[in-house]
């Protein structure tokens, strides 16, 4: 049978380091990007264009959360 080493490390203490948040370009024009071919979508073909409309906005909804950082 294995043994399992364990190394333990001490916790850092006080608070974390903030670091400077700042936003990213290529993040927001993305995301605005996105909402625009949704706009132009809805607008030359709405009903034979549903599909690739509900493709985009389940694609933002699902990778672009509030939680998202551009940072990371």
Request: no cysteine; proline share 11%.
């Amino acid at each position: 049978m294995a043994k399992v080493f364990t190394i333990p490390v001490p916790p850092k203490l006080g608070r974390p380091t903030k670091r400077e948040r700042g936003s990213d370009p290529r993040y927001v024009d993305g995301q605005r990007l996105l909402v625009e071919a949704m706009k132009y979508l809805a607008q030359s073909d709405p009903v034979s264009n549903r599909p690739a409309i509900e493709l985009i906005s389940e694609h933002v909804r699902t990778r672009f959360r509030m939680s998202d950082s551009p940072l990371a």
